[in-house]
């Protein structure tokens, strides 16, 4: 299934935003999943992981103020994203590793951290 990110939007340094990401056809979102962002100019970068529904791990630079989490009927996975930096500025996007892989991506969300 495809995933795509909504939730994006304009909000200040040091404010907080949380993103949801659903799967196409109303199916589930999968265990093993990642939230990924691609500043201008940059090279898309993943920011936090979810393995088999359990493991779950971030970039150093979100560690302890981005928190990924799954709903309990596994139908939305969401970026809980605080104390925003305007280096957050990006566009999101949730992927499967095979997907983003073969460079597979949906619907990404525009976050624009600025005062």
């Known amino acids: 299934v495809q995933l795509q990110a909504s939730g994006g939007g304009l909000v200040q340094p040091g404010g907080s935003l949380r993103l949801s990401c659903t799967a196409s056809?109303?199916?589930?979102?999968?265990?093993?999943v990642g939230w990924y962002r691609q500043a201008p100019g940059k090279q898309r970068e993943l920011v936090a992981a979810?393995?088999?529904?359990?493991?779950?791990s971030y970039s150093s630079s979100v560690r302890g103020r981005f928190t990924l989490s799954r709903d309990t009927d596994k139908k939305t996975l969401y970026l809980q994203m605080n104390s925003l930096k305007p280096e957050d500025t990006a566009v999101y996007y949730c992927n499967d590793p095979v997907r983003a892989l073969n460079e597979d991506w949906g619907q990404g969300t525009l976050v624009t951290v600025s005062s």
């Open positions: 056809g109303s199916g589930l979102v999968p265990g093993t």
């Open positions: 979810m393995l088999k529904g359990q493991q779950i």
